[in-house]
């Protein structure tokens, strides 16, 4: 798209939201109430499994570097044109401003700016997108997070880093390479985002969306988090600079890069990758929620206890991983049992539902939500805002994500529309003060 010469940051998002010209105070009196705009830029293959479904298991099409590398230049750059041009639209943006969210989170890859040899994606068509999706996110006063979300070599090993299996960023033979090439990506783009047009429409810049810290060397991930802050802000890149906790826990990060103006630590919290949480019954989890997360968010929040400045820029109201696709193509899930990854330390083969509640089972959580019964959708929105009033004791949060081809847990306008998210992002009915009932004796089931 051309972009106009000038531009209007007079608009607001919402009534408790300031225009774009006027700065946002980020606090706990005025936190982030935002979603991502997961699966549009980065494509995941749980969010659009349409693009996925039609290749047999034995083809191995299981992220978007084995998808591009299948299909050739030619036909993989139709097929990504027709998925960002009709995934995403402005009234995409229409709708997240009327939901009552205030900030969008656009998750994009390291080839929207540019590919290495040997890289089979489509170059530099999500760039077109990105500027395309900002310059809606503006006309409706949506303040954007860039959320650098696959970078050169993969920092996770994650299909949504574009390439699963191997973290070849800052790990391996090419680990410094890999990170060298993520940096002058960030030269490219904070010397681009720091023009005038973008100072008040980009309000956070992500340096590195979920690193696997846990298997990295963390002085390596810091000394390169340290690098890229100082390039970006010599090149006058003035926005929040977010980086993420790397699955260390929120208290790792006490005492550790402080004294660098506007930078905030991004956390991504959910109850369903972990053994243990996804086995909650439904009332813990709510209970968790309002206590465990709040507690680890204020402790953050505090410079004594924890790092400081800290958003929750991941979240869902979803209690069960049995998303198709969600823990990668052809793998099962944890909740059933049937997670295998093959590889002994990561398989989970026994059912993870709570203790004694059934035969688990993902039917009833993957249905239309039209079909929820009453309780299970009260249980749900309640789910959803208590984690909404555990984030906001720090400075807000994002949903991931806006939609889904299928999963409708997984979606703020589907669970807008069946009634299991609040009508408004700023106006939810639950805040953790009030008594959580006992849903089981509701008559809610425990395996689904």
């Known amino acids: ?102 900030h969008v989170r656009i998750p994009f890859p390291y080839w929207a700016v540019c590919t290495y040899p040997g890289d089979p994606y489509v170059p ?57 090439r993520s940096l002058d990506v960030h030269n490219q ?57 790397g699955f260390l826990g929120l208290a790792h990060w006490q005492g550790k890069l402080q004294g660098i103006d506007k930078l905030i630590l991004d956390a991504h919290q959910y109850v369903i990758f972990n053994v243990a949480q996804i086995s909650l019954n439904h009332q813990t989890k709510i209970e968790f929620a309002c206590s465990g997360w709040t507690a680890q968010t204020e402790q953050s929040m505090d410079r004594s206890t924890g790092f400081g400045p800290t958003i929750n820029g991941e979240w869902s109201q979803a209690d069960t991983d049995c998303a198709k696709y969600l823990n990668n193509v052809n793998v099962g899930s944890r909740w059933q049992g049937t997670m295998n990854m093959n590889d002994p330390s990561l398989n989970v083969l026994s059912p993870m539902c709570p203790p004694n509640s059934g035969t688990c089972e993902c039917a009833d959580a993957n249905a239309d939500p039209t079909t929820f019964s009453t309780v299970y959708k009260q249980w749900l929105k309640m789910f959803a805002e208590a984690q909404m009033a555990s984030f906001e004791k720090g400075w807000g949060w994002f949903y991931w994500t806006w939609q889904t081809e299928t999963s409708p847990q997984w979606s703020w306008k589907a669970g807008l529309a069946a009634g299991i998210l609040p009508q408004k992002a700023y106006a939810p009915d639950f805040n953790c003060s009030q008594d959580i009932p006992d849903f089981a004796g509701l008559g809610l089931p425990e395996n689904y």
């Not at 990295?216 to 926005?239: C, F, G, H």
């Open 1 to 102: 798209m051309g972009l106009n010469s000038t531009w209007d940051d007079s608009t607001r998002a919402n009534e408790y939201s300031l225009p774009l010209d006027q700065p946002w105070n980020y606090s706990t009196q005025n936190p982030i109430r935002g979603v991502n705009i997961g699966g549009w830029l980065s494509i995941e293959p749980w969010i659009t499994p349409s693009l996925f479904d039609i290749y047999s298991a034995n083809l191995g099409i299981v992220d978007e570097y084995t998808l591009t590398n299948h299909l050739g230049p030619g036909k993989a750059a139709q097929l990504i044109e027709q998925h960002y041009s009709t995934f995403v639209t402005e009234q995409t943006f229409a709708d997240i401003q009327a939901a009552g969210l205030d």
């Open 124 to 180: 530099q068509i999500a760039w077109r997108y990105l500027l395309r999706g900002i310059e809606w996110a503006r006309k409706h006063g949506l303040r954007v997070n860039l959320d650098l979300h696959a970078l050169p070599g993969s920092q996770n090993g994650w299909n949504h880093s574009g390439r699963q299996g191997v973290v070849a960023w800052l790990n391996g033979t090419d680990g410094d390479l890999n990170g060298q």
């Open 189 to 245: 783009l904070s010397t681009f985002f720091a023009q005038d047009r973008y100072k008040n429409i980009v309000a956070v810049y992500g340096l590195c969306n979920e690193p696997k810290m846990m298997m990295l060397d963390t002085d390596r991930v810091v000394n390169w988090t340290q690098n890229a802050i100082s390039l970006i802000r010599k090149n006058n890149m003035n926005a929040y600079i977010a980086f993420g906790d």
